[in-house]
């Protein structure tokens, strides 16, 4: 089969191109701006790109068009289409699929899926489970948004005898022509809901929605599946109170398991009793929940929970979570940058709370956090959020917002944080202010779900002018 998919370099129709490729289709695509990493994995494998979405593309007579939830049937300010091949292929009533069926209709079909849902955290405990079963020699297939560093790719079709397949399972809609959530496609068999709440404000009116597109994915679990649930979310409660037909293993405050200990060196319980134990290089609550959630899920396919735990030891993360992207020495002590796809204010204010108890805790409480962020997602571009920023930078010593492009006032939602916020517009004055305040022992944390216009790089070499490298 020949696929062309429209919008191939997003993480997702990127990974769709990845499997589809390994299972012998060819497959070409076309994006905007056809951008590294995604680009430069695709050409490794021989996808042949195209700049634009050009009419032209229907010339290459794929036997199915993918498309991605980046097209639209949107026009330009003259009137014409901003998308036209999408028109071509309407007009010439040709084959057409979003991401979602054709992964579920060519890869996911009679496999055992393990789905990831929720607000936070989808990547990383994708990761987990994925790395899990890997270990306890399971070679499951897996896609996920974002590159493990166990793996290095974003996905795999696996070689598992049990056919097991592990996905980042997203609530946002699938296409323009399918406005249901992504996961509804995916039909899990164990599903991780780990938490829920407001967001993707460009497609969502209210909370009430998004629990209701959580619940279709509750009812297409079986009764001989496993619905792994965050037990402190009210929001997932509601969720399962519509009605749950499936094995129920809740996670956290008031669930079956829980973690017992520091954030870097716990005790799994289930029920009470002690099954497991966690020791990694990991921080944060976020991450514990994280990994209580995939030890869960994977004991679900015969993995013990022991083992589990002993597996997460030498997991290693994903990139763009918590990221070293490099030191500066100066007088005697380092200036660490990192970078972070937090981009949701509870994401921002628990990826800095996570970052100062680990600081805390090793008994560097005198180090500074500086958080450097640009609010790229819809869901923030649209201001919807903008009365939370000073509640999720509240770990943060210094905050400095990147504005550019945004249709609010980003220095009147930080006036709350006075002198502790600045505001720049473009990229080279916001380096320009961070390397200002910067000192030694301070921890530059840049958060985004884009590329942030290379901050990081620029970061370091401009405090490289001021310091020896490391």
């Given at each position: 089969?020949?696929?062309?998919?429209?919008?191939?370099?997003?993480?997702?129709?990127?990974?769709?191109?990845?499997?589809?490729?390994?299972?012998?289709?060819?497959?070409?695509?076309?994006?905007?701006?056809?951008?590294?990493?995604?680009?430069?994995?695709?050409?490794?494998?021989?996808?042949?790109?195209?700049?634009?979405?050009?009419?032209?593309?229907?010339?290459?007579r794929p036997d199915v068009f993918v498309i991605g939830n980046v097209v639209s049937r949107a026009r330009l300010a003259d009137g014409?289409?901003?998308?036209?091949?999408?028109?071509?292929?309407?007009?010439?009533?040709?084959?057409?699929?979003?991401?979602?069926?054709?992964?579920?209709?060519?890869?996911?079909?009679?496999?055992?899926?393990?789905?990831?849902?929720?607000?936070?955290g989808k990547t990383t405990t994708t990761s987990m489970l994925a790395w899990i079963l890997e270990r306890a020699g399971l070679a499951?297939?897996?896609?996920?948004?974002?590159?493990?560093?166990?793996?290095?790719?974003?996905?795999?079709?696996?070689?598992?005898?049990?056919?097991?397949?592990?996905?980042?399972?997203?609530?946002?809609?699938?296409?323009?022509?399918?406005?249901?959530?992504?996961?509804?496609?995916?039909?899990?068999?164990?599903?991780?809901?780990?938490?829920?709440?407001?967001?993707?404000?460009?497609?969502?009116?209210?909370?009430?929605?998004?629990?209701?597109?959580?619940?279709?994915?509750?009812?297409?679990?079986?009764?001989?599946?496993?619905?792994?649930?965050?037990?402190?979310?009210?929001?997932?409660?509601?969720?399962?109170?519509?009605?749950?037909?499936?094995?129920?293993?809740?996670?956290?405050?008031?669930?079956?398991?829980?973690?017992?200990?520091?954030?870097?060196?716990?005790?799994?319980?289930?029920?009470?009793?002690?099954?497991?134990?966690?020791?990694?290089?990991?921080?944060?609550?976020?991450?514990?929940?994280?990994?209580?959630?995939?030890?869960?899920?994977?004991?679900?396919?015969?993995?013990?929970?022991?083992?589990?735990?002993?597996?997460?030891?030498?997991?290693?993360?994903?990139?763009?979570?918590?990221?070293?992207?490099?030191?500066?020495?100066?007088?005697?002590?380092?200036?660490?940058?990192?970078?972070?796809?937090a981009h949701h204010p509870t994401a921002i204010r628990t990826t800095l709370d996570g970052l100062r108890k680990k600081l805390d805790?090793?008994?560097?409480?005198?180090?500074?956090?500086?958080?450097?962020?640009?609010?790229?997602?819809?869901?923030?571009?649209?201001?919807?959020?903008?009365?939370?920023?000073?509640?999720?930078?509240?770990?943060?010593?210094?905050?400095?917002?990147?504005?550019?492009?945004?249709?609010?006032?980003?220095?009147?939602?930080?006036?709350?944080?006075?002198?502790?916020?600045?505001?720049?517009?473009?990229?080279?004055?916001?380096?320009?202010?961070?390397?200002?305040?910067?000192?030694?022992?301070?921890?530059?944390?840049?958060?985004?779900?884009?590329?942030?216009?290379?901050?990081?790089?620029?970061?370091?070499?401009?405090?490289?002018?001021?310091?020896?490298?490391?």
């Amino acid at each position: 089969m020949h696929i062309h998919i429209l919008g191939i370099c997003g993480t997702f129709m990127g990974g769709v191109a990845a499997l589809a490729r390994e299972a012998g289709h060819r497959v070409t695509g076309c994006d905007a701006g056809v951008y590294p990493p995604m680009s430069d994995q695709l050409r490794s494998l021989g996808i042949e790109l195209i700049e634009g979405y050009g009419a032209d593309q229907m010339a290459l007579r794929p036997d199915v068009f993918v498309i991605g939830n980046v097209v639209s049937r949107a026009r330009l300010a003259d009137g014409t289409p901003k998308f036209p091949l999408m028109e071509a292929i309407l007009d010439a009533g040709a084959s057409y699929a979003s991401g979602p069926q054709w992964l579920a209709e060519h890869v996911l079909q009679g496999r055992h899926v393990m789905a990831v849902a929720g607000t936070h955290g989808k990547t990383t405990t994708t990761s987990m489970l994925a790395w899990i079963l890997e270990r306890a020699g399971l070679a499951p297939g897996f896609l996920v948004g974002g590159v493990p560093l166990d793996f290095g790719v974003s996905a795999r079709l696996g070689t598992s005898a049990r056919k097991l397949f592990v996905i980042e399972a997203d609530e946002y809609d699938t296409a323009f022509f399918d406005k249901r959530s992504k996961f509804v496609h995916y039909r899990p068999r164990t599903a991780i809901l780990n938490n829920l709440e407001f967001d993707h404000a460009d497609i969502f009116d209210d909370l009430a929605a998004i629990e209701r597109q959580f619940h279709h994915l509750v009812r297409i679990v079986p009764g001989t599946g496993r619905v792994v649930v965050n037990a402190t979310e009210d929001s997932l409660q509601r969720v399962l109170a519509q009605g749950c037909w499936s094995e129920l293993a809740r996670f956290g405050a008031g669930g079956e398991w829980q973690a017992h200990g520091p954030h870097d060196a716990f005790d799994v319980l289930r029920q009470g009793e002690r099954v497991g134990r966690v020791e990694w290089a990991l921080s944060g609550l976020h991450n514990q929940m994280n990994a209580l959630a995939a030890i869960a899920a994977a004991e679900h396919v015969g993995v013990a929970p022991a083992e589990a735990a002993r597996f997460l030891a030498s997991f290693r993360n994903v990139r763009r979570r918590m990221e070293l992207r490099g030191t500066v020495a100066r007088d005697g002590a380092a200036i660490t940058v990192y970078d972070d796809f937090a981009h949701h204010p509870t994401a921002i204010r628990t990826t800095l709370d996570g970052l100062r108890k680990k600081l805390d805790a090793d008994g560097h409480q005198d180090e500074r956090i500086l958080a450097a962020f640009e609010p790229r997602s819809n869901t923030m571009k649209l201001g919807t959020m903008t009365a939370q920023l000073p509640w999720s930078l509240e770990a943060a010593d210094l905050a400095f917002c990147h504005s550019g492009g945004l249709e609010w006032d980003a220095a009147a939602a930080l006036a709350p944080m006075g002198d502790r916020a600045q505001v720049a517009g473009a990229i080279e004055p916001l380096v320009a202010q961070i390397v200002a305040a910067a000192r030694p022992g301070d921890h530059i944390v840049c958060m985004s779900n884009g590329g942030f216009g290379g901050v990081h790089e620029k970061l370091l070499s401009a405090l490289r002018a001021t310091g020896a490298a490391e």
